[in-house]
């Protein structure tokens, strides 16, 4: 089954604690969503992925 919070934090090159960090999600929270014990809503999901964007398109403007 497909993790799309688990690929997307990868793919975008964040570390669980950055994503603590910068939007408040608790580490368990995330933890919980990545090895599939929990299902955020879909439009929570879909929130999630975009921050994770967000974040990593001004993590790489700040590097520039």
């Known amino acids: 089954m497909e993790n799309r919070i688990k690929e997307a934090r990868k793919h975008f090159g964040l570390t669980q604690q950055q994503v603590k960090d910068l ?21 929570m999901e879909e929130m999630v992925i975009r921050e994770y964007e967000r974040i990593s398109k001004n993590k790489k403007s700040q590097d520039e």
Not at 23 to 43: D, F, S, V
Request: aromatic share 10%; glycine share 14%; hydrophobic share 25%.
């Open 23 to 43: 939007l408040g999600i608790p580490t368990r929270t995330q933890q919980g969503w990545e090895n599939g014990e929990r299902k955020p809503a879909p439009w």
